[in-house]
Structures are given as structure tokens and as C-alpha cells.
């Protein structure tokens, strides 16, 4: 049933925001010179896959977690992209092509082995990774891997239809704030 929510809600959502991705896709060209930001990413049952977001930061910056970034990467249209959770819009995709789920755990890197550790001992690598998710509307990041870890498998436990629902709300309306960049 998720899945078949997922793939008409990015349909739909990919379809309606179509004006919408372009705009920012120019002036993403403008930014930076290469709008989309395309990143290797452990995804369910730990198989890799490639996360596609709007680029927020110069193309030069190391391929690292964001809470380890430096923030002067981060571009003023990446600041406004971030701020508003827009950059996220193309992982649509991701959605559609049945790498990602709407709701679920956000995906990490492979070089984040604490992380991946945490998770694979809970479990978490049983369902797809997703855009948003109990952890972010409760601002819990990456920087904290245990703790990820278990709001992860909290949210998989506690998974149903109403809060597949509320979570993406919650993310609609401005609750959490992602992974924060130092």
C-alpha cells in the first residue's frame, strides 16, 4: 500500500511541480553551473543507489555527511533551497523509481560507519531509505548515529498509514530543520 502511495504521490508531484523544478534548475545553472547533486547512498537491504538532489553547495566540496561540512560550501540559492526543504524535490525520483520511500530512514553514506553499523544492528536497512521521516521532524541528525539509529527504528515500528501522513506534513509545514552543517 505505501508503495503504491509513494509512486502516484511523486507522479503527481513530479508532474504538478514540473514548472517549478525547471525554474530551479535554471537558476541553479546560474548558481553553481551544475544544479543537480547526484551522491551514492546505502539504501535498503544496505544496496547502493544514487540520491539526486538540487545542489547547495560549490561542486568542489568533499563528499562528506553535511553535519560534517563546512558551511561556507553552501551557496546563497543552496542557503534558500535548504531553508525551504526545496533541494530535496528531485529525490522524487529516487521515490518513483522505487529506490526511496516518501517516509522512511534518511540515507547515509557508505563512509558513515558508525551509522551504518547502528542501523544494520536495528534492523533499519529492511525498509527503503526516504525523504522525510520521524527523525527529521524531530531534529534528529546524523551527527548523533545511535540515537539515528533508534528514532529509525522507532518510526519503522510505529509505521502507519496516519503517520506516513503526518510526517510528510510535518515536513511540508516547516517541522525539523535536516541535517545541520557546521
Known amino acids: 500500500?505505501?508503495?503504491?502511495?509513494?509512486?502516484?504521490?511523486?507522479?503527481?508531484?513530479?508532474?504538478?511541480?514540473s514548472p517549478f523544478l525547471l525554474i530551479l534548475f535554471v537558476i541553479g545553472m546560474l548558481d553553481t553551473g551544475s544544479p543537480l547533486f547526484?551522491?551514492?547512498?546505502?539504501?535498503?537491504?544496505?544496496?547502493?543507489?544514487?540520491?539526486?538532489?538540487?545542489?547547495?553547495?560549490?561542486?568542489?566540496?568533499?563528499?562528506?555527511?553535511?553535519?560534517?561540512?563546512?558551511?561556507r560550501s553552501?551557496?546563497?540559492f543552496g542557503h534558500f533551497l535548504r531553508k525551504t526543504k526545496l533541494d530535496e524535490l528531485p529525490q522524487l525520483w529516487n521515490?518513483?523509481?522505487?529506490?526511496m520511500s516518501l517516509?522512511?530512514?534518511?540515507?547515509?553514506?557508505?563512509?558513515?560507519?558508525?551509522?551504518?553499523?547502528?542501523?544494520?544492528?536495528?534492523?533499519?536497512?529492511?525498509?527503503?531509505?526516504?525523504?522525510t521521516g520521524l527523525s527529521q521532524v524531530s531534529e534528529v541528525d546524523m551527527s548523533t548515529p545511535?540515537?539515528?539509529?533508534?528514532?529509525?527504528?522507532?518510526?519503522?515500528?510505529?509505521m502507519s498509514l496516519g503517520n506516513y501522513f503526518k510526517y510528510i506534513m510535518m515536513t511540508v509545514t516547516g517541522s525539523g530543520q535536516g541535517d545541520r552543517v557546521k
Open 1 to 17: 500500500m505505501i508503495r503504491l502511495l509513494d509512486f502516484l504521490l511523486a507522479l503527481f508531484g513530479l508532474f504538478i511541480a
Open 38 to 71: 547526484r551522491q551514492e547512498r546505502v539504501g535498503k537491504n544496505k544496496k547502493p543507489f544514487t540520491l539526486v538532489k538540487f545542489r547547495t553547495m560549490k561542486v568542489d566540496t568533499a563528499s562528506v555527511a553535511s553535519h560534517l561540512a563546512s558551511a
Open 74 to 76: 553552501i551557496t546563497k
Open 95 to 99: 521515490v518513483l523509481k522505487g529506490e
Open 103 to 131: 517516509v522512511g530512514p534518511r540515507p547515509g553514506l557508505f563512509n558513515q560507519e558508525e551509522l551504518t553499523t547502528e542501523r544494520d544492528a536495528l534492523g533499519v536497512f529492511d525498509v527503503r531509505p526516504g525523504i
Open 146 to 158: 545511535a540515537l539515528l539509529a533508534r528514532t529509525d527504528k522507532q518510526m519503522i515500528e510505529t
